[in-house]
């Protein structure tokens, strides 16, 4: 059974860089024709793609987020980050991470809510 759990600070102030974490367990970042993905749901809005970190390595961003948005993984810890750069309060949203394969997204993170505020 995959499971994944994010991680990272709650309240980010407008201009710096939100950062958080995708710890997975039960399957490895590098297997099963994986790609694991960062989502958002802003508030009263539906979920929106950031982007994803495939099993080869590969990386695609949305490109509406492309330029201030990065994704990596530390495979000795089975972990996959996010950073978003130079946020606004617009970047407020619930954050979630997921594995997708060829049969779609079959594991979520329960999601962590982040803040932009001064």
């Known amino acids: 059974q995959v499971q994944l759990q994010e991680s990272g600070p709650g309240l980010v102030k407008p201009s710096q860089t939100l950062s958080l974490a995708c710890t997975v367990s039960g399957g490895s970042l590098t297997g099963d024709s994986s790609y694991w993905n960062w989502i958002r749901q802003p508030p009263g809005k539906g979920l929106a793609w950031i982007g ?5 390595g590969r990386l695609f961003y949305s490109p509406s987020l492309k330029s201030r948005a990065t994704i990596s993984r530390d495979t000795s810890k089975n972990q996959f980050t996010l950073q978003l750069n130079s946020v606004t309060p617009e970047d407020t949203a619930v954050y979630y991470c997921a594995r997708a394969d060829a049969s779609g997204y079959g594991y979520w993170g ?3 809510q982040v803040t932009v505020s001064s």
């Open 52 to 56: 994803a970190i495939a099993y080869t």
């Open 110 to 112: 329960q999601g962590t």
